[in-house]
């Protein structure tokens, strides 16, 4: 099988998600959908690309979805020779049979989210979209050689001691303009699986899985200039999108509390299912301070 160029990039763009649909790839790929789909199927079967075995139990739960694509040995292999960093030390297709339901889902929820925001700026010609990895390149020293370069911390006294408390988004992207300005965001997918408030299990790793102690960290942290120190930018967002409407307003009213009624422009809030018809860069994003905003 001789590899085309458009083959190799269906693989960058799944090992660069981990994980992507047929519908992320076709959008990404915007050629015929029937083609993309014939090369993903000739891609899998000769071992360039891996279907997570997790997705059969899903479609046997949930019933039919779009087929589910990840690195499999052969397509890490390919792009390695081709100049991509892919860690050989992996064994891709092992990684991907341990993958669980819940961690696809929410990669998934990510990728759809990131796929579609570079659709929307392919489509203008006054923006263009800044990676993670471009971004972290041009961050200070200890940013770069971090292992987890996106995690986010603050230190705070908590019920009398002082403790170091972080937080690690989903995502981090720019977007630049004609007039040499950029516009940076942490991405922050929130899928309704974990609790909006917890007060009774401080000191547990529990008592940090929840919606009020990621604002409070983001809010705490973007105080102290974290952003500037972390990144080596001033204009960052923290970009929420949540499960439904509702979930939205709570989350906004928490980071009110959070920030003593006053609000932060720092959050922009949305709900998937209003997303899912909208145009990343046209939609209404609501702030903390209840602000329609627009991220161009």
Same mark, same amino acid.
């Given at each position: 099988m001789r590899l085309t160029e458009r083959d190799l990039l269906l693989m960058a763009h799944v090992a660069k998600h981990r994980f992507l649909s047929t519908e992320h790839l076709q959008a990404i790929d915007g050629g015929s959908s029937q083609n993309v789909n014939r090369i993903l199927r000739v891609l899998f079967d000769h071992g360039y690309l891996d279907r997570p075995l997790a997705q059969i139990a899903s479609t046997v739960l949930d019933g039919s979805k779009p087929i589910i694509y990840g690195l499999g040995k052969r397509g890490a292999q390919a792009l390695r020779a081709h100049g991509c960093k892919i860690n050989d030390q992996v064994d891709w297709t092992e990684k991907n049979s341990r993958a669980g339901a819940i961690f696809i889902e929410h990669t998934l929820e990510r990728a759809g989210f990131m796929t579609a925001l570079q659709v929307a700026c392919r489509e203008r010609d006054d923006v263009n979209l800044l990676e993670a990895n471009e971004i972290i390149c041009d961050a200070p020293e200890a940013t770069r050689r971090s292992r987890e370069p996106l995690r986010?911390?603050?230190?705070?006294?908590?019920?009398?001691?002082?403790? $170091?408390?972080?937080?690690?988004?989903?995502?981090?992207?720019?977007?630049?303009?004609?007039?040499?300005?950029?516009?940076?965001?942490?991405?922050?997918?929130?899928?309704?699986?974990?609790?909006?408030?917890?007060?009774?299990?401080?000191?547990? *790793? *529990?008592?940090?899985?929840? $919606?009020?102690?990621?604002?409070?960290?983001?809010?705490?942290?973007?105080? *102290?200039?974290?952003?500037?120190?972390?990144?080596?930018?001033?204009?960052?967002?923290?970009?929420?999108?949540?499960?439904?409407?509702?979930?939205?307003?709570?989350?906004?009213?928490i980071q009110k509390a959070v920030t003593d009624g006053r609000g932060s422009a720092l959050f922009l809030f949305g709900s998937a299912d209003e997303l899912r018809s909208s145009n990343r860069l046209d939609f209404d994003w609501i702030s903390g301070r209840e602000e329609a905003v627009r991220l161009v």
């Open positions: 986010w911390q603050v230190e705070r006294v908590e019920r009398g001691r002082k403790e $170091i408390f972080s937080v690690v988004p989903d995502g981090l992207f720019g977007l630049s303009f004609p007039d040499g300005t950029t516009s940076y965001f942490l991405l922050e997918i929130d899928r309704g699986t974990i609790p909006l408030r917890r007060t009774d299990t401080y000191g547990t *790793a *529990a008592w940090r899985k929840n $919606i009020e102690f990621k604002l409070r960290t983001y809010y705490e942290g973007w105080r *102290a200039d974290r952003h500037v120190e972390q990144f080596g930018v001033k204009q960052l967002r923290v970009l929420w999108v949540t499960s439904s409407r509702v979930r939205m307003e709570n989350m906004i009213q």
